[in-house]
């Protein structure tokens, strides 16, 4: 397992190395001065000179990487030429925001996606399987945009049972802490706590269900057919003979094997979802790290355009690293290939 283990990290940080040598080039590919793309100090302002000289704007290529990670890792990302803000100050709380997002369509497409897949495997070429696989298809080639235009139109404007845009009304008066708006109404001082966490509750319903559909499809897809596949294996069938009913066989033989083939499309799971995200906060107006990044695209806010790349990236990395180690750590054969 140390091995596995240094293999895994070695990667990373090779992984790593290779995305702050792209985000730090994006200073030069970018329109402008480099220094005020790294930094957001316009290069009319008095500081610009001692900025510049800080940075090593005239020292070689080397030396200005250095300091970008020195920068980078003390958590001095710039600040934003639209807003003048600081660009780390916020990065943390518009990533709390899109992960709120993510986690709860993550666990809402495992939660169905999953057993649905089973239950498919074991009706296997029959009418509700045949049933099963064509939602899966046609959940899996809607586009999202499209989907979340539907059921806003459906649910909100319609209906009129859940809001459209925003995390919370903004007359309960929560004020932005964490990032997230579960945690932060949970942390503030609100007199209306329970009626907050409702409003913020049907805030997430819409786009957390849309949001799910796309992986919830795949991971029924994935799930039926490593189930079924484990399901014809030798093992198996030794394990009917042996007098296990269908129910134990499942569980016990075919499920734990069939989710080693699935967790190795997790990460691919949570990019598509990561990638999702950005279109459903645009839609929603929702303050995640993909919405900043449409944003700053527009404004050609270059440090916040950095910033988001960064996090996004890394965070895809890091969601890599923890579902290598966890199947390192659960299945031996992993760690033997």
């Not at 003048?84 to 497409?109: K, N, P, R, W």
């Not at 064509?134 to 945009?145: D, E, N, R, T």
């Not at 009917?240 to 967790?263: C, D, M």
């Amino acid at each position: 397992m140390i091995r596995y283990l240094s293999s895994r990290l070695f990667v990373f940080i090779i992984a790593f190395f290779l995305l702050t040598v792209f985000t730090f080039s994006l200073n030069f590919f970018f329109p402008g001065d480099p220094v005020t793309n790294m930094t957001g100090v316009r290069t009319f302002s008095d500081y610009y000179p001692v900025i510049s000289e800080i940075r090593g704007a005239d020292k070689n290529i080397a030396f200005q990487y250095i300091n970008y990670m020195q920068n980078l890792l003390s958590g001095n990302w710039g600040a934003s030429l639209s807003s003048g803000d600081y660009v780390f100050e916020h990065t943390y709380q518009h990533l709390f925001a899109s992960l709120e997002l993510i986690v709860g369509a993550l666990i809402l497409a495992v939660l169905i996606g999953v057993p649905s897949g089973i239950f498919a495997a074991t009706q296997f070429r029959g009418p509700i399987d045949k049933g099963v696989i064509s939602l899966a298809m046609a959940g899996y080639s809607i586009p999202v945009f499209w989907l979340a235009q539907l059921l806003i139109l459906f649910f909100a404007v319609k209906l009129d049972w859940l809001p459209i845009t925003g995390q919370i009304n903004p007359l309960y008066g929560i004020a932005p802490q964490s990032g997230s708006i579960l945690i932060d109404i949970v942390i503030s001082d609100s007199d209306y706590k329970a009626a907050a966490l409702q409003d913020a509750l049907n805030h997430l319903i819409l786009p957390v269900i849309i949001l799910s559909i796309m992986p919830m499809m795949l991971l029924l897809r994935l799930m039926r057919n490593a189930t079924q596949e484990m399901l014809q294996k030798p093992y198996v069938k030794a394990a009917r003979a042996r007098g296990l009913n269908e129910f134990q066989v499942l569980i016990k033989h075919a499920v734990p094997n069939a989710t080693q083939s699935v967790l190795q499309q997790v990460p691919l799971i949570f990019s598509l979802l990561l990638s999702n995200s950005i279109v459903i906060e645009s839609i929603f107006n929702w303050p995640g790290i993909g919405n900043w990044l449409v944003r700053a695209i527009f404004e050609r806010d270059f440090p916040v355009i950095q910033a988001c790349v960064l996090i996004i990236a890394l965070t895809i990395l890091l969601f890599n690293l923890v579902v290598d180690l966890y199947r390192g750590w659960r299945f031996p054969i992993v760690r033997q290939e």
